[in-house]
């Protein structure tokens, strides 16, 4: 025999039995473990402990690399992988790899605007310096070791945060003033009584060290590196806040809006399409904003007649406050009782408007610091610990009941809990099945998260609540539209500001009008807007196209269409764009229709199930532990 012949046939044989069927796998799982190492911390957060000594680099060249890196990774997909030839799991998973890619390739050209400014009043090393000691472990003395390395890279990391905040300036690219004013105070705060053997980074030597069975000359040559390292930490700390006081402070862009910035109209519809995943117009989004608050206004003062209430909204929410009824006695009362509504009014629901969950665990707990409201940390998908809502209970006596309803299914279930349960078991590719959602002052050159999605999704629950019976009496109801008119409001002001010209104080003043938040609450979340363009309008665009789809499929199918089996094409793939979810819900009504009389609608199916097994295999290697709150 050919000899020739036989290694052609070998090649072909190999080439068809290895690459084709897995070239979409090795490009994803590619990508998946080149955004961990790129997200060391993050990856130390999600147990994956392979770069646990490295820090993420902010080097301005980094932009380059992710450039580079998802252009090749496009290239591949592009020219390796037949789409005809992939099953219709895969096509899905083909549309959303190939839009993560080229919305980095898109987002490329915008590297020189918000990028470029990684700290702000949100986000940024003076946010919460003993995150990095929390997600650590301290075990052996190479835990000890890594943990050390990182600290020693720590200043060199601000530095390279400085190095884009200077081409800030120079790219006249900067913040308002009120998105940084607040950092030297919160560099102080870090830096009150900071001595190197109190500091929090430092803790771990002072806690853990000595009680572990590392020899004695090895714990003090550590501790004596350790409080080398972050007295240069504390020192870079005084150096952040002076270059702040006397070099950025100079150049604070002078209009609220990024619309003021050159090319800015163009960057801020930019913004809007990374968060909304649609291609949509600022002013469309404003339309929708103000439709959607006149929609729930006149919800609202129809149940404020049905309670025999003449005066305002604000006015509503002022009696409310002021009575006795609407609060708990103290933090304890709190958990009680939302791990009350969880158990007995959310989850006997469920069975109603669900199929196949799995069955991941969650529970309340009180938030460790007086920051927001309440915030989300998912759980490992072997659901060996639970996925944690943790909710603010500092201030009992300004917190009313009817608020938290709305925030219960928003954070846990139908929420983020729930979609997040279904991600993180059910999603095929690694990199899909967590979100690494930071960096918010990144967007548009950032790997989407899809935050209309996700927050669409968050939204989508509260609204499903009334639908469940949960809010349990029209005061409830109530706290619910305060929670859904305050999204809608947030269409407005986001593209007032970015868009139209608005002042701060026009967007405070609209958010009075509508909503029964304090001033000052009012006040930080319009900063925030201005901090992140864009992300805010996720929530409420999100919803109206998830009950968009769902009206049409409910008009389309009749008597055939089935709320549990919509659920599931919504859930089954996890965050991904709106065009593919709209495409994948156009698919399931066809199909649906065509099945006539046989039931048929897809979901979790058997094939996914299995795979899921072998997925999660590789994923203990890899990742599969979702972390990570979002914000409300
Ligand atoms: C810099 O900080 C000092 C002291 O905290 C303050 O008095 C001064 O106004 C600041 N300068 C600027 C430009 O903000
Ligand atoms: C901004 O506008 C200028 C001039 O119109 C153009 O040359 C440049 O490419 C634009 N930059 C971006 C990032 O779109
Ligand atoms: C306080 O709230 C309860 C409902 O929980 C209502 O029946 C009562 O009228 C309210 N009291 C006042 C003074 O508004
Ligand atoms: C916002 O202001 C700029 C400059 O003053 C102006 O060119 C632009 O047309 C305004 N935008 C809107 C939507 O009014
Ligand atoms: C807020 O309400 C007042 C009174 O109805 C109105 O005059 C004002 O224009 C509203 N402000 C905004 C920004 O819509």
Redesign the pocket.
């Known amino acids: 025999m050919d000899l020739r012949f036989q290694l052609l046939v070998i090649v072909v044989l190999f080439r068809l039995d290895v690459c084709v069927p897995n070239t979409l796998d090795d490009l994803q799982k590619d990508y998946g473990e080149w955004r961990l190492q790129r997200s060391p911390e993050y990856s130390t957060a999600m147990k994956f402990h392979k770069y646990n000594d490295k820090t993420e680099t902010f080097a301005y060249k980094g932009f380059d690399e992710e450039f580079t890196k998802s252009t090749n990774l496009l290239n591949g997909l592009m020219n390796t992988v037949v789409y005809n030839q992939l099953s219709p799991k895969q096509k899905t998973d083909y549309d959303i790899f190939k839009d993560t890619l080229t919305t980095m390739i898109n987002g490329y050209k915008w590297r020189d605007y918000n990028a470029l400014n990684p700290i702000n009043f949100l986000e940024g090393p003076q946010i919460d310096p003993s995150y990095l000691q929390s997600i650590t472990p301290f075990d052996t003395v190479g835990d000890f070791e890594n943990y050390l390395k990182r600290l020693e890279d720590y200043p060199k990391q601000a530095d390279e945060m400085i190095e884009r905040m200077n081409k800030a300036i120079e790219k006249k690219h900067t913040y308002h003033r009120v998105s940084v004013n607040r950092i030297?105070g919160q560099i102080?705060d870090v830096l009150k009584n900071a001595q190197p053997t109190t500091f929090p980074m430092y803790l771990p030597f002072k806690d853990r060290l000595p009680k572990s069975s590392i020899d004695e000359t090895k714990k003090q040559d550590l501790d004596r590196k350790a409080q080398a390292a972050v007295s240069k930490i504390i020192d870079k700390y005084r150096h952040l806040?002076?270059y702040?006081?006397?070099t950025y402070?100079?150049h604070l862009r002078p209009k609220f809006g990024v619309n003021s910035w050159d090319n800015g109209t163009e960057f801020y519809k930019a913004c809007l399409r990374w968060h909304l995943s649609l291609d949509i117009t600022p002013d469309e989004v404003h339309e929708k904003g103000l439709s959607e608050v006149k929609r729930i206004s006149s919800e609202m003062k129809k149940i404020m007649v049905k309670l025999n209430h003449q005066g305002s909204v604000k006015e509503f929410f002022a009696n409310v406050r002021q009575n006795r009824s609407f609060y708990l006695q103290n933090g304890q009362e709190i958990i009680k009782w939302y791990k009350d509504r969880i158990k007995n009014k959310i989850e006997p629901q469920l069975p109603k408007f669900f199929k196949d969950l799995p069955n991941l665990p969650v529970d309340v707990q009180p938030n460790p610091i007086d920051g927001i409201g309440g915030q989300y940390l998912a759980g490992p998908p072997d659901g060996s610990r639970p996925g944690t809502f943790q909710v603010n209970v500092f201030h009992p006596e300004k917190s009313v009941t009817i608020d938290f309803m709305a925030l219960l299914l928003h954070e846990t279930i139908p929420g983020h809990h729930l979609q997040g349960s279904v991600q993180s078991t059910n999603v095929g590719p690694a990199y899909r099945r967590y979100n690494l959602d930071d960096k918010y002052f990144q967007p548009p050159f950032l790997p989407p998260f899809y935050t209309a999605y996700l927050e669409g999704w968050a939204l989508y629950a509260e609204s499903l609540g009334e639908e469940m019976g949960l809010y349990e009496d029209d005061y409830e109801l109530m706290g619910r539209y305060g929670s859904e008119i305050f999204r809608a409001c947030r269409l407005v002001v986001d593209t007032g500001l970015h868009h139209f010209n608005w002042t701060r104080d026009m967007a405070i003043e609209f958010m009075l009008n509508y909503t029964a938040y304090s001033e000052q609450s009012i006040s930080t979340e319009v900063d925030r807007y201005l901090t992140w363009p864009g992300q805010a309008c996720g929530y409420k665009i999100g919803e109206l196209k998830i009950k968009e789809l769902r009206a049409k499929a409910q008009k389309d199918l009749g008597s055939k269409f089935d709320i549990k089996d919509f659920h599931s094409i919504i859930l089954k793939d996890g965050a991904l764009p709106l065009d593919i979810l709209t495409k994948n819900v156009n698919q399931w009504i066809d199909e649906t229709k065509r099945a006539s009389s046989v039931t048929a609608a897809p979901c979790i199916s058997k094939a996914s199930t299995n795979s899921r097994h072998l997925n999660l295999l590789v994923g203990a290697v890899t990742m599969c532990f979702l972390f990570k709150f979002r914000v409300f």
């Open positions: 030297p102080d806040k002076q702040f006081n006397q402070f100079k």
